[in-house]
């Protein structure tokens, strides 16, 4: 049965999982909003997704570009989940995995290292 939890809980969950990047990391992240949403539309079982420019790719002329985003998808989470402590964890796993890929780390990586 998935988890039930209220949008403003969710959104803290997420929150938290930032608290636990080192200040070097906060500090290092440029043009990036972080944005909760019910499901991906295209894909509805994806739990995160990083729209953007990696820091790694951004060049001298990297100027004038829209904010890159960090979508977390709510509703899959919820539903892969059957406690709070899980919903937690995976809430952190994937913003973990995604401020990953806005420093230009690969899915493989990520993988290998235990975030997702």
């Known amino acids: 049965m998935p988890v ?5 809980e969710f959104e803290n969950l997420v929150g938290d999982a930032l ?3 080192p200040t070097e990391f906060t500090d290092a992240m440029s043009n990036i909003a972080i944005l909760v949403r019910p499901h991906n539309p ?4 994806l739990l995160g997704l990083y729209h953007g420019v990696a820091l790694t790719e951004r060049t001298f002329d990297y100027q004038g570009f829209l904010p890159d985003t960090i979508e977390i998808y709510r509703d899959p989470i919820l539903a892969m989940c059957h406690s709070a402590d899980e919903v937690r964890h995976e809430v952190a796993v994937t913003v973990l995995h995604e401020v990953g890929h806005h420093f230009g780390i690969d ?3 990520l993988h290998v290292n235990g975030w997702g």
Not at 4 to 8: E, Q
């Open 42 to 45: 295209e894909e509805p079982t």
């Open 19 to 21: 608290d636990l990047l």
């Open 107 to 109: 899915d493989e990586w």
């Open 4 to 8: 039930v939890m209220s949008n403003r």
